[in-house]
């Protein structure tokens, strides 16, 4: 055969069968993902009562299976924590991937598929856990997978917490583990949830990165009196004194405050934003007229309002026992989230002087709260991890502070660069019902496949020998 014939032919066959075994691979990758992932979702994991034992052990059998080795922690025996370690060269300091075996509570019946079912229905996957957070889970555990199967070598060691008691027991998982084995975890950057990528009508708008948290407390509230019967009016009433008291402070505008990380979302989220949005979002970065855009966003978009301050939002009260009887006290409780450096006794205070009413006592209550702590933006870990979002997103990265709150905060505390990072997901799901912790919970199955591939890169990128240097 002519040799320029043949090398004609090798440069149209040996491409084409290159592609035909990464499709392959890719097939197979993906197939895996997904029964690893129905496999999870069928595990009851609803805390309370947050039995996260089959799921954790399931998590341990996988890894070992593959000779990866793997340690168990707990102090509830049915609320393992799993911890699996890769050992690199050392050169490097190691990085943490994490993500929540358990789940919130559910109304079985306002599902349409069982709720832990797994149910693969059309292009998405419908069960509790599916985007919070049993995604992060089954993304990491495929990263351990293939990182073990390839050989790479590693500069860091590449850590996988599997945790339980995210859920609002972290005694059980993210404390127990920072307090009693944080030498298991301790790791110079960690990936974990909050974060994701936003779709509108089908299409990639953005992605975040979540940098920083609000730190939750629970204030209370109670006003004292003279009890009575309720046919005598009494100025003193306990009830109404409560109830101005619950009016002053959801209509009370505390202090408006960027930090790095709310300054730099605001900046990208208008390079993105139509003209007449970008307008409002830019006035946030100006102190004469951040005002003026909070007025919009309490109006339109309440949760951007919620960024950039430490926010008060009532949510129970506890009066009266009889329609007759005038109660000598009444009890109301509110949802502060602080912002990271709030000076929580300065805030009651202000609190009380809002408030304005000596017979009502303010005093913080008891809760599962969160200490402070915040990743930078100038590291290897946020660059990269941008860096890949570009890669197969295609789409601008927003640092963000979440308004909720995750297990990231107790690692910050500790000094751990902390990033959190998501699949993702359609922003029209929210309204129908199908967002975490809402009636139903679903993910497209091509962003979990999405999602896997993104967190290999980033590890790579990160922990493997060829990685990226400096801070």
Sequence with gaps: MNKKLVAALLLVVVPALASAQIGAERESLEEETLRHFQALL???TSDPPGVERPAAEYVRDVLEAEGIAVEMYWN???RPNVVARLNGSGAKLPLLMMGHTDTVNVDPDKWTHGPFSGTVDGDHVYSRGTVDDKDNVVASMMVMLELKRRGI?????????AESGEEGSTQFGIEFMVNEHFDAIEAEFCLAEAGSVTR???EVAYASIETVEKIPYRVELVASGVAGHGSVPLKSNPVARLSKAVAAIADWRSPLRLNETTSTY???????SPPERAAIYLKVLDPATIS???EWFLDNEPRHSSMLRSSLSPTIIDAGYRINVIPSDAKGSVDLRALPDENIEDFLDEIRRVIDDPTVDVSLGHRNTRPPGEARLDTVAFRTIESNISKHYDTVTLPMMQTGATDMAYLRNRGVECYGIGPAFDIEDGPLGYGAHSDQERILVEELHRFVRFNLDVVIDLAGAASADGP
Excluded: K
């Design 42 to 44: 069928r595990f009851d």
């Design 76 to 78: 509830d025996e049915n």
């Design 153 to 161: 070598e590693l500069d860091r060691d590449v850590i996988f917490l």
């Design 200 to 202: 509108v009508g089908g």
């Design 266 to 272: 605001f900046e990208r989220l208008a390079a993105i």
């Design 292 to 294: 003026e855009a909070d």
